[in-house]
C-alpha cells in the first residue's frame, strides 16, 4: 500500500478533528449541563469571582475594618441626604411618634392599668446619661443596628440601681490586652487538659463579645472611649449578658456582632454622592461662563499692567507708563460679573460646560432606588415621591410595610420583651407595682405603628367585608389590643347612644339612631325602630 503524503495527512487529520468536535458538540445538546455556571471556573473572565470563604464574618469584618465601615457610613448619614432620608424613614416608620408602648394583658384590669401607667412614667426619662424618653431611645437604636451593626444597652440594676437605661455605642465594644485577659478572674471556664487534669482557662472574647468554649454568649466589653481597638482591663468596663443586651440583626448564624445594613448600599450612595458634587461645582463654575484668553505676545501686557513703560524697560531708563490698561467700571457694575478685557492679538475661548448632566437626575434616582431596594423599600420611601395612582401608590406602601413590620418585631423580641421584663422586675423590687401573677413575662405586649391608609373608605370597607366573611379577625386590624379597644368603643357606643348622638357608626340601615334598650324601656316602646 502506496504512503500517504502529507496533503493526505492533513486532510485526514482535520476529518477526523471534525468529526470528534461534532460528537462534542451532539453530546453536550444531549446531556444536561449538572453544574452551576456561577462557580465554574471557565467563566472566571465573565464576571466577578470569589474565593472559597475560610473565615467568620466577624473575622471578614475585623475590629479595624469595623471601625472604618462605622465612621464611613456616620459620615454618610452626616452629608448625604439621600443616606440620612432612608434612616429617617426608619425611625418615623417603625417606631414613629407613638412606638413602643407597652400594654398589660392580665385578666386584672386595675392591675394593667397600673402596670401600663407605671412604665408610661419611666419611658419619660429611661436613660441613665442624658434622660431621653422610651422613644428616642427606641429610634436611635434602630437607625444605630442599620447605620453601624449593633449598639449595646445596659439596665443600671447593679450601679445606681435607678432602673435606668446605659447605652454604648458600636465603637465602644473593644477587647481586652492578652497580658491583662489571661490574669482576670471574672470570665472563666473549666477544661481538660492534654493529661486529662482539669485546669481553669480564661473565656474567649471576640471584639467586645465574651464567649465560652461552646460559643455561647457570656459577657461584654466596653470602654467610655470610642474608637478603641483594644485597652487594658482597668480601662474597660465588664458586662455580664444578664444586665446587657447587644442588638442586632444577624447576617449569619453564631455571629458574635452586627454588621451594618448600609453596607451593601454604601458603595452606590457614594458614588452619586460624589458625581452630585461634582456635578454641583461644574455648574457653578458654568454659571460664570468660564473662559481662557489667548494672547500673541503677552509680554508689553504684563509690563503695562505693572505700570511702566516697555520702551523704558529696553532703554534700561525706567520711568512711569503714559499707557494703561482701561478700567470698565460701569460694565462690570452692569453685568454683576467678572470681566476681562482684551488688546490686540488676544481670543477669549469658552470652556465647554454642558453642567449639570440633563441625565443626571435619572442616573442618580435609579442607583438611588437600587440602594433603597437593599433596605427593603420602595421607591415612594426612597426618594420621597408618591406614585401617580391610589393602585401603584399603596403597592409601594404594601411593599416597604413588609420591611417595617418586620423591624417592628426584631427590635420586640431582641430588645423589647428583655427591657420590659427587666423594669417591671426591678418596679416590683422597688415597690412601685404590685407583686404580678405567675407568668406574667407573657402578658406583655408592644403597640407599634400601622401602615398609613390611602384611601381610608376602601379600606375599612374591605375590613368590614372581610370580618363579615370570616376572612379577617379584629386583632389582624387592631394589633394586640384589639380586646380592649372593642370594649373602649363598646362604651362609646353606650354612651352615644343615650345621648343620641347621629353618628353613621351608630345608626341602623335605615340611618336610625340605635337606641339603647334600657332606653327604649323607659320611652315605653321602639316606635323609632325599622
Request: glycine share 6%; charged share 30%.
Amino acid at each position: 500500500m502506496a504512503a500517504m503524503n502529507y496533503k493526505e495527512k492533513h486532510e485526514k487529520a482535520k476529518l477526523i478533528l471534525q468529526t470528534e468536535l461534532m460528537n462534542r458538540k451532539i453530546k453536550r445538546l444531549q446531556d444536561p449541563k449538572q453544574e452551576y455556571d456561577l462557580v465554574n471556573t471557565n467563566n472566571a473572565d465573565k464576571r466577578r469571582t470569589s474565593k472559597i470563604e475560610t473565615k467568620t464574618e466577624d473575622q471578614i469584618l475585623d475590629p479595624r475594618k469595623r471601625l472604618r465601615s462605622i465612621n464611613f457610613c456616620r459620615d454618610l448619614e452626616r452629608n448625604f441626604t439621600a443616606a440620612k432620608s432612608i434612616i429617617k424613614q426608619f425611625r418615623l416608620n417603625v417606631v414613629g411618634r407613638y412606638g413602643g408602648k407597652l400594654m398589660f394583658n392580665s385578666d386584672d384590669k386595675e392591675l394593667n392599668l397600673e402596670v401600663s401607667k407605671f412604665f408610661g412614667q419611666w419611658s419619660k426619662d429611661c436613660e441613665s446619661r442624658d434622660f431621653e424618653n422610651w422613644n428616642d431611645v427606641l429610634k436611635n437604636l434602630i437607625a444605630a443596628i442599620i447605620r453601624e451593626g449593633d449598639i449595646l444597652i445596659a439596665f443600671d440594676n447593679f450601679d445606681e440601681d435607678d432602673g435606668r437605661l446605659i447605652i454604648f455605642e458600636a465603637d465602644q465594644l473593644v477587647s481586652i490586652n492578652k497580658t491583662d485577659w489571661e490574669n482576670q478572674t471574672q470570665y472563666t471556664e473549666k477544661t481538660t487538659d492534654s493529661r486529662g487534669k482539669t485546669i481553669t482557662i480564661p473565656m474567649k472574647q471576640s471584639d467586645g463579645v465574651i464567649y465560652n468554649k461552646r460559643g455561647r454568649v457570656q459577657g461584654y466589653i466596653v470602654s467610655a472611649e470610642h474608637g478603641q481597638q483594644e485597652v487594658k482591663l482597668e480601662k474597660a468596663t465588664l458586662l455580664s449578658k444578664d444586665i446587657a443586651r447587644l442588638v442586632k440583626n444577624p447576617f449569619r448564624p453564631n455571629q458574635l456582632r452586627g454588621i451594618s445594613e448600609m453596607m451593601a448600599a454604601a458603595s452606590d450612595f457614594e458614588d452619586i454622592y460624589e458625581m452630585r458634587s461634582k456635578e454641583l461645582q461644574s455648574a457653578k463654575v458654568a454659571a460664570t461662563f468660564a473662559g481662557t484668553i489667548t494672547k500673541v505676545d503677552g509680554i508689553d501686557e504684563a509690563v503695562l499692567r505693572g505700570g511702566e513703560s516697555p520702551e523704558t524697560i529696553r532703554d534700561d531708563a525706567a520711568t512711569e507708563a503714559t499707557s494703561v490698561v482701561k478700567n470698565y467700571d460701569a460694565l462690570e457694575y452692569l453685568t454683576g460679573g467678572a470681566m476681562e478685557y482684551m488688546l490686540d492679538g488676544e481670543k477669549f475661548d469658552p470652556l465647554n460646560f454642558d453642567r449639570p448632566n440633563v441625565h443626571m437626575k435619572d442616573f442618580f434616582e435609579f442607583v438611588q432606588q437600587g440602594a433603597g431596594a437593599g433596605f427593603g423599600l420602595s421607591k415612594c420611601y426612597t426618594t420621597l415621591t408618591p406614585a401617580g395612582s391610589y393602585t401603584a401608590f399603596r403597592g409601594d406602601l404594601l411593599l416597604s410595610w413588609q420591611t417595617f413590620y418586620n423591624w417592628q418585631k426584631l427590635i420586640e423580641r431582641r430588645f423589647c420583651d428583655w427591657i420590659g421584663e427587666k423594669v417591671l422586675t426591678w418596679a416590683m423590687r422597688k415597690g412601685k407595682i404590685k407583686t404580678l401573677p405567675d407568668g406574667w413575662e407573657n402578658m406583655m405586649s408592644w403597640l407599634w405603628p400601622d401602615m398609613p391608609q390611602v384611601d381610608e373608605v376602601k379600606t375599612w370597607t374591605g375590613f368590614t367585608e372581610g370580618v363579615k366573611s370570616g376572612a379577617k379577625t379584629f386583632s389582624e386590624q387592631l394589633g394586640p389590643d384589639w380586646e380592649n379597644k372593642l370594649k373602649q368603643l363598646s362604651g362609646e357606643l353606650d354612651v352615644a347612644r343615650k345621648l343620641n348622638i347621629p353618628l353613621a357608626a351608630f345608626e341602623s340601615k335605615g340611618g336610625t339612631v340605635i337606641e339603647a334598650e334600657n332606653n327604649n324601656n323607659q320611652k315605653g316602646g321602639n316606635d323609632e325602630q325599622d
